[in-house]
Structures are given as C-alpha cells and as structure tokens.
C-alpha cells in the first residue's frame, strides 16, 4: 500500500515539497496570478510593488489562519475596479482604502455568522447550483479577455497555449517537471518571443535593483470616507459566492487526490466560515498598505487542479516570492516583460478551466438538472453573468444604474433559489396541515 501510495504524484495542503520544488512551485504561482494582480494595480492606480506585496502578505496570513488547510492565493480583484476608479477619483487613494478595509470587515462578519449558523444552512442560500454557475461565469466571463490578450500575436500565443497543454497532460506523473507546466509554457513562449524580437529588455535595464514600494494608511476620517465604504464593500455580494465557488471546487480536486493516496478526504469545503474571513482578512491587509480589494484566485485554482499540487507550503512561499518581488525592481520588471500575448495563450486554458471546474462541482454534487428549479437557477445565473458581461465595462446598465454583472447575476440566483427554499416551505407547512398539494418535483443534488 505504501508503494502505492508513493506512485501517486501530487501534493495534499499539509504535505512539503522538497526546497527546489517549494520555490519553482511557488514561483509558477506567482507567474500566474501576476498579470491579474498588476494589471488591477495599473487600472485602479495603486502602486505596483505595494499591490505585490500585499498579495503575498495576505495569502501568507490566510494560509496560516486556516492552520495551513485552505490552498488559496489573494490577489487584486477586477470586480471592485469600476468603484474604487470612482472612488479614488473623486477623494483620493487613500479614502478608496477605506472603503476596501470596509470590504474585508464585512467579508468577515460574513464568514462569523456562517460559522454560528453552519454549513448546512449556508448550503440553502448558496447551494451547488448557485455556486457551480457562478464559477462557470467567473471562468467564461473572462475569456474575452484571454482572446484580447492572446490577439496581439496570435501565433505565439498559440504555441504557449499548446505547449502548456501538452506539459500538463503528457509530464503528468512525472515529478516536479509535470507540476509546472504553466511555467514551461510560458518560459518557452517567452523565450520565442525574445527570439523574434517581441521582448522589450529596456524596463529590466532602467529599475533600479531595489525599491521601496509606496506603502500608505487609508484615510479613515477624510471627506468622502462614508461615501467609499457604501461605494466598495457592497461588491462582495460578488465576491463571496466566488470565493465559496472557489473553495469548494479545491475541495472536491483535493479530496479526489487524497482518495488516491488512500487518505481520509479533508473536506475543507465545510471552511467555508472561516474561509470568508480569512478573505475579510486578506482584503483589509490590502486596504491598510495601499492595495485595491482582492479575492482567492480562479487562476491559481486551475493551476493547482492541472498540477494536483495544493501544497500550502508552496503558498506560502509564493506569497513570499511576491513580497520579495515588491521590492526587487528588477525582478518585477523582468517579469513584467511577460508579452501579453504569452499570458494570453496561458488565459485561455487557465480561465477555460475555472469554467470547466464550475461544471465538476455540480456534477460531484449531483445537482439535479432535469429539476426545473436547478435548471431555472442555472439559467439565469448564466445568462444574466455571461449576457450581462457583454455591455461595457461588464456593467449591465438597467433603470439608471449600471448593475456588475457577475456580483448581479450571483445575487440572482441566491434570490430564486430563496424563492424555491420558500416555497417548498410553505408547500410542506400545508402537507403537514392536511392540505392536499401535488407533489414537488425531484430535489436537486442540495435540496
């Protein structure tokens, strides 16, 4: 059994890869949440190296406040970008700040009162349907974006996006070197494309090798302080059905290998109150440095699930590699030399699978989809997130305000299966009553 054990490549939360494996592993994580992570700093005009550093500093703290249980990254997240541009336009950074400390209070309040309450009735508001189609949005809702990246040289970033592939099937099983196919897709990418001259050294030659990054308080009693938490923390209502997406598709990957191994499944989907307010956490080491809200990464999810490696002592030392890089100026600069078309060819698998993973989670837990209620909550999740993502700026603009589509999708779907929950209440209130009442049709995989 030991031997057979010992066949089975991959690495379980509580397991430590060697020291060359830790930093290579790490620094693939890294490679994968940092255009998303830069590319947030960039479009809401936080500093770089601070947005850097605190996503490393939050994922470091997570990981230790779950014990080392949850395998998640934290990184910026794009679903607050629209309010804290607002925000930070109209007052300032600093009072954006405010409202994304607001955003991590609130996360956390979230995660205590579904920690008294317990999983089974978080599971009526935010069943597998809900959760599964939400993941499924995250996931497609993003591909638009990998096709704009990718564009820019579309050869190239074919030949990442198939090379990646063939690493991750093909090296499979075959030591470290089949856990970093996300890092020799993009090293053979990147180096195609420094050949044919698509790889401007000149940012690498002009930073200096260290930097302070530009850390700074929020301004908590500023004019505008109220006004930046009513503006940011209600985009949680996204946030936190994303994250419990996210957890619960790690759990059901990590389960799968711990069963290989011949181990008792983990089970940390029922963390789910200590995950939001490890998230509650991370957002206010985010807001107190000078960094725009973030959320546990579907990138870094899907790596995980291609490299079967949920090592959590691997993020920790990707959080460590990129508070490192907050001050290494060269080395951010190297890999910010990344071409977007490279990253691009790396998105469309990345973000393809947290879709693909949306889709494994309702399938494990046999959401019943020949129920129209299941059905009906899918549905409209979908449609609303995916047809909602379509108007500029993924913003559905409805009655004069302009509705994030994926946190208004999420909410939609919470609210019909509430309906649903209600009903089916109510129907089973007048059977106990003697009250004739046709029968309900088959439960989903949650009811």
């Known amino acids: 059994m030991a031997a057979e054990r010992e066949r089975v490549v991959g690495y379980l939360p509580q397991d430590r890869p060697p020291f060359g494996a830790l930093v290579s592993l790490g620094f693939q994580h890294v490679l994968t949440m940092f255009p998303a992570t830069v590319l947030v700093a960039i479009l809401t005009g936080f500093d770089v190296g601070v947005t850097l550093f605190a996503s490393g500093l939050a994922t470091i703290v997570a990981v230790v406040g779950s014990r080392g249980r949850i395998p998640l990254y934290y990184g910026?997240?794009?679903?607050?970008?629209?309010?804290?541009?607002?925000?930070?336009?109209?007052?300032?950074?600093a009072?954006?700040?405010?409202?994304?400390?607001?955003?991590?209070?609130?996360?956390?309040?979230?995660?205590?009162?579904?920690?008294?309450?317990?999983?089974?009735?978080?599971?009526?508001?935010?069943?597998?349907a809900?959760?599964?189609?939400?993941?499924?949005?995250?996931?497609?809702?993003?591909?638009?974006?990998?096709?704009?990246?990718?564009?820019?040289?579309?050869?190239?970033?074919?030949?990442?996006?198939?090379?990646?592939?063939?690493?991750?099937?093909?090296?499979q099983g075959r030591g470290l070197l089949g856990m970093l196919p996300v890092l020799l897709g993009a090293a053979c990418g990147y180096v195609v494309a420094a050949a044919t001259g698509h790889v401007d050294f000149t940012p690498v030659l002009e930073a200096p090798w260290f930097a302070l990054p530009r850390f700074q308080l929020p301004a908590f009693t500023a004019p505008g302080a109220w006004?930046?938490?009513?503006?940011?923390?209600?985009i949680a209502i996204?946030?936190?059905?994303?994250?419990?997406?996210?957890?619960?598709?790690?759990?059901?990957y990590i389960d799968r290998l711990a069963e290989e191994k011949?181990?008792?499944?983990?089970?940390?989907?029922?963390?789910?109150?200590?995950?939001?307010?490890?998230?509650?956490?991370?957002?206010i080491v985010h807001g107190m440095l000078g960094a725009s809200s973030g959320t546990n990464y579907g990138e870094n999810n899907s790596l995980m699930a291609i490299t079967r490696n949920y090592s959590t002592a691997v993020l920790i030392a990707a959080g460590a590699i990129a508070m490192i890089l907050g001050f290494f100026s060269k080395l951010?600069?190297?890999?910010?030399?990344?071409?977007e078309f490279v990253t691009g060819g790396l998105a469309i698998y990345l973000f393809g699978v947290i879709g693909m993973q949306g889709i494994a989670l309702m399938m494990s837990e046999r959401v019943n989809l020949f129920d129209p209620r299941q059905l009906a909550i899918g549905a409209v999740i979908l449609v609303?997130?995916?047809?909602?993502n379509a108007f500029e700026g993924g913003n559905i603009p409805i009655w004069g305000m302009k509705l994030p589509a994926i946190a208004t999708a999420a909410v939609a779907g919470i609210l019909l299966n509430l309906i649903f929950v209600a009903f089916d209440r109510n129907r089973a209130a007048g059977q106990d009553a003697g009250v004739a009442e046709p029968a309900p049709s088959p439960a989903g995989g949650d009811d």
């Open 262 to 283: 011949r181990q008792r499944p983990l089970r940390i989907k029922n963390l789910i109150g200590l995950n939001l307010i490890l998230d509650g956490l991370a957002d």
């Open 384 to 388: 609303v997130g995916l047809g909602g």
């Open 95 to 128: 009072v954006a700040q405010v409202g994304v400390v607001a955003t991590g209070v609130l996360n956390a309040i979230c995660g205590w009162l579904i920690q008294r309450a317990g999983k089974a009735r978080l599971d009526r508001v935010l069943p597998p």
């Open 332 to 339: 951010s600069a190297l890999v910010g030399t990344l071409p």
């Open 227 to 234: 006004q930046a938490i009513l503006a940011i923390a209600p």
């Open 130 to 171: 809900v959760t599964g189609a939400v993941a499924i949005v995250i996931g497609i809702a993003l591909a638009k974006t990998a096709m704009d990246m990718a564009s820019k040289n579309w050869g190239i970033a074919l030949l990442t996006l198939v090379l990646t592939i063939l690493f991750s099937v093909y090296l």
């Open 76 to 93: 910026g997240s794009f679903a607050y970008i629209a309010p804290v541009q607002s925000v930070a336009q109209t007052w300032g950074l």
């Open 238 to 252: 996204a946030t936190i059905p994303e994250s419990t997406a996210h957890l619960y598709q790690i759990s059901l």
